[in-house]
């Protein structure tokens, strides 16, 4: 059995972390939500840094943590990243990562040249972190918790204390590390642009408890409950670039169902990708529109329709081939076109958000 089991229930003044997850043993696990929802409690948990005296863990078959075993975290197959890197002052960035490799068992799941390599601070080995910036002290902490060939690797917010610059800097390593990992990663964050990227799978938490889990593309879609990844209700689209203009600086992307033009952002030919499409830049029409500003124009069928938070709002979920998005319009303009599950119908996406 490959999934990690966690059950668990803390019981602060103010505040109950109660959860019931199976989650999969493989890929990127997002724990989102906001400040306070019971992200870094849970994956405190996890690591056994928190002593939850109700709570059982298993990983992939192992118990970590039930009525009778209690695996301390040393004991723990983990790499733990926190927000800031917290790196020995007095040793150079090879010295953090020979640190690091003490804890290491006998299976190498990730090596030291392959941890330096994913991360890409080669050039900085001999460096003491005073002597770094924001991005490569987390770099290199990542590097540091990878060092310890670890089942899987536990992320705390690890770009929160980072300026916009250094976080664009770092998430290409952190695309790396989900594309070329083996290992499951847990990454806790409030970040809807680094979980759009980086998640196949996505744990929604409030107030201690979890709302929604499940693929990240699947959650995404759900109209019981509708998970807004910042400003807006969206879906996330798995990707590949098929085309560039490069006289009007765009690229068209295909994914299953179609395909979607793009700012061109330099990506070359056949490059995975994903795209972001928020429900309010979906519009629905009865049969081809005329001329338009909007060049994305597809064909799909209603799936469902949900109440929006506004009385005088929906939400129709329209399937395209094999994928699904979301569209926010009025009851009028859905009483005009006579939406109704099953009906056949144009959409027109105004904007596309090229997750690079």
Same mark, same amino acid.
């Given at each position: 059995?490959? #999934? ?13 972390? /109660? ?10 696990? +997002? ?64 010295? #953090? ?17 392959? *941890? ?9 080995? /001999? ?8 991005? @490569? ?19 705390? @917010?690890?770009? *929160? ?9 770092? !998430? ?25 990227? !980086? *998640? ?22 759900? $109209? ?17 670039? *098929? ?20 700012? /061109? ?30 060049? #994305? $124009? !597809? ?9 929006? @938070?506004?009385?005088?709002? !929906?939400? +129709? ?26 009906? @056949? ?12």
């Amino acid at each position: 059995m490959d #999934n990690i089991e966690a059950r668990f229930q803390v019981e602060w003044p103010g505040f109950t972390l /109660d959860v019931d997850l199976s989650l999969p043993g493989r890929g990127v696990t +997002a724990l989102f939500g906001h400040s306070g929802s019971g992200k870094t409690t849970l994956l405190r948990c996890i690591a056994g840094l928190e002593h939850a005296r109700q709570g059982s863990l298993t990983f992939k078959g192992e118990v970590w943590q039930d009525g009778q075993t209690w695996l301390p975290t040393y004991q723990r197959p983990l790499g733990y990243v926190f927000q800031e890197a917290s790196l020995f002052p007095h040793l150079s960035v090879l010295g #953090n990562l020979h640190y690091g490799m003490k804890r290491a068992g006998p299976q190498h799941r990730v090596s030291l040249e392959q *941890a330096v390599e994913l991360l890409g601070i080669g050039h900085l080995l /001999d460096r003491k972190p005073e002597r770094l910036s924001g991005g @490569e002290r987390q770099r290199v902490g990542i590097a540091r918790a990878l060092a310890v060939s670890p089942e899987i690797l536990l992320m705390d @917010e690890p770009l *929160a204390a980072l300026d916009l610059q250094r976080k664009q800097e770092i !998430l290409p390593y952190l695309e790396r590390l989900h594309d070329e990992l083996e290992i499951p990663v847990l990454y806790v964050s409030h970040s809807p642009d680094e979980v759009a990227r !980086l *998640a196949d799978h996505l744990v929604v938490m409030d107030a201690g408890r979890v709302v929604a889990h499940g693929a990240l593309s699947e959650t995404l879609v759900r $109209l019981d409950l509708p998970i807004r990844l910042g400003e807006d209700a969206g879906v996330v689209l798995d990707a590949v670039v *098929a085309e560039i203009d490069a006289h009007w600086h765009l690229a068209r992307v295909e994914f299953a169902g179609g395909s979607l033009w793009t700012r /061109d952002h330099g990506l070359p030919l056949g490059k995975p990708t994903r795209v972001r499409v928020l429900a309010r830049d979906v519009s629905l029409a009865d049969g081809e529109p005329g001329h338009s500003s909007i060049q #994305n $124009l !597809l064909a799909g069928q209603i799936d469902a329709i949900a109440a929006d @938070e506004h009385p005088g709002l !929906l939400l +129709a979920r329209v399937r395209i081939g094999a994928s699904c998005i979301l569209a926010r319009l009025t009851r009028r303009s859905a009483a005009a076109l006579d939406i109704a599950v099953g009906r @056949e119908i144009r959409v027109q996406i105004k904007s596309v958000a090229l997750m690079e």
